[in-house]
């Protein structure tokens, strides 16, 4: 596989490991946009994800095959504020 040109951290190709080179990944899930989130990986192949406007997101990965990441889990725990 080649280097990814259009990644944002080709710049540093030299410098750090070749995965960072790249803008391909092993396995997906995708998240609205409009909010910042912390990930974190947990137990069993599990990752941890929470959004800064009150989302909760426990999702697995095969860490064989990667692909998809399935959703297992959600909560909010905020309240949305409509003007």
Known sequence: MGANPSSSLSFMKGVLPKYF??????????????TKFLVAFGR???????GLNGSFYRCVF??????????????????????
């Not at 899930?29 to 409009?34: A, D």
């Not at 095969?62 to 003007?83: C, M, W």
Request: glycine share 4%; aromatic share 12%.
């Open 21 to 34: 080179s790249s803008e391909w990944s092993f396995a997906q899930f995708h998240l609205p946009e409009n």
């Open 44 to 50: 069993q192949n599990t990752i941890v994800i929470l």
């Open 62 to 83: 095969d860490p064989i095959h990667g692909g998809e990441i399935v959703q297992q889990e959600y909560a909010r725990f905020l309240k949305s504020h409509t003007n």
